[in-house]
């Protein structure tokens, strides 16, 4: 979504300008979003005393490097798979980038019938 931010403000603004880099979206991503739900006081940002959900993402992968500018990296090239562990509320959900509460094979399982249910009713 950030990527997407960024392209089209870019496409409104008829270019890449000072306006527009890779910084600014991840602010509409932390504080501003925060900022729109009226929930900057307790989100948005790494502060004591705010709930903090933290994704680590693995930039030694290929497409990733060379990481010469890690938050244009993030914005331009990484993606889901990227992910190595989310932490949300001081519990870790994904370590090693795999979910912790839920089995992925189960999921896809789940996911494959659910698809053949919809397909059977199509």
Same mark, same amino acid.
């Given at each position: 979504?950030? #990527?997407?931010? =960024?392209?089209?403000?870019?496409i409104?603004? %008829?270019g890449?300008?000072?306006?527009? @880099?890779?910084?600014? $979206?991840?602010?509409m991503?932390t504080m501003e979003?925060?900022?729109?739900?009226?929930?900057?006081?307790?989100?948005?940002?790494?502060?004591v005393?705010?709930?903090?959900d933290?994704?680590v993402?693995?930039?030694r #992968?290929p497409? =990733?490097?060379?990481?010469?500018n890690p938050? %244009?990296?993030?914005?331009?090239?990484? @993606?889901?798979?990227? $992910?190595?562990?989310?932490i949300?509320?001081?519990?870790?959900?994904?370590?090693?980038?795999?979910p912790?509460?839920?089995?992925?094979?189960?999921?896809?399982?789940?996911?494959?019938r659910?698809?053949?249910?919809?397909?059977?009713?199509?």
């Amino acid at each position: 979504v950030m #990527r997407w931010a =960024l392209a089209v403000g870019r496409i409104q603004t %008829g270019g890449v300008s000072s306006e527009w @880099q890779p910084h600014h $979206v991840l602010e509409m991503a932390t504080m501003e979003g925060a900022r729109a739900l009226g929930l900057a006081g307790e989100i948005g940002s790494l502060v004591v005393g705010k709930k903090a959900d933290l994704v680590v993402l693995d930039f030694r #992968r290929p497409h =990733l490097t060379p990481c010469v500018n890690p938050l %244009g990296n993030l914005i331009h090239t990484a @993606q889901g798979r990227d $992910v190595e562990t989310v932490i949300v509320d001081g519990q870790i959900l994904v370590e090693s980038g795999s979910p912790r509460r839920a089995s992925e094979s189960d999921v896809r399982e789940e996911a494959t019938r659910a698809v053949r249910r919809l397909w059977d009713r199509a």
